[in-house]
């Protein structure tokens, strides 16, 4: 009887040797903004804590899907921002670790739009606003953080933990407008393709080198139906 021809199935993915898989999960939503009290400032950037009740119970969600997973974190990174902290409290509280803090994958620095004004330039249909999206760049806000300084330093902070972590997998708590950025950068979109994450939505990466592969985004299978889509403005 003649031998069967080799068959091919399709092939599941493989994280390649030595790459570092990195799960990005967006902060929960944090305080509203007061235009009578701008929030406070951390190194120029608006410092809100998170929203009670909503935003604390995105993160608990949002940690409590990790711990699902069954993932082994080698590391939890979070920003200089507290709501990337805050976020991330009950996963580090659980795996008894210290979360590392990663300074350039804070937000994107609004310029004069810091503090809150932001949401409210956005709301209101400012014309600078609408530059900003049919430009998509930030830096039309004046004193704001241009594309190529933000997605450099995006980039300078993923090289490092992947460096770090080869063949292993951490979690990193940062930002609506990083996660876009990363995206962007992984696929070669447009600058503001991807500014769409829910608060606490997870995007998985896997960075090999120059490579960067993007695995999911913004998967919110984790929250209720309630916290996803808000209209709300990006930051």
Known sequence: ?????????????????GACEVILVRHGESQPADPDVPFPLVDGQGDPPLHEPDGVEQARLACERLLASGEEFAAVYVTTLQRTRQTAQVLVDRLGV???????????????????????KVAEGDPIAEQMYVEQRWDVIP??????EFGGRIRRALD??????????????????VIGQVLAEATG???FAFTGSDNCG??????????????????????S???????EPLI
């Open 160 to 177: 490092g933990i992947a460096r770090t972590h080869p063949d292993q997998t951490v979690a990193v708590f940062t930002h609506g407008g």
């Open 225 to 231: 139906p309630r916290f996803t889509h808000d209209p």
């Open 1 to 17: 009887m003649p031998d069967r021809p080799r068959q091919y199935r399709q092939s599941r993915f493989v994280r390649p040797p």
């Open 202 to 223: 997870i995007t998985h990466v896997v960075i090999a080198n120059d490579r960067w592969i993007v695995r999911t985004w913004n998967d919110t299978s984790h929250l």
């Open 189 to 191: 979109a447009r600058g």
């Open 98 to 120: 210290e979360p590392v803090v990663e300074p350039d994958l804070r937000e994107v620095h609004l310029g004069e739009w810091e503090g809150g004004l932001f949401r409210k």
């Open 143 to 148: 004193g704001a953080e241009s594309i190529e």
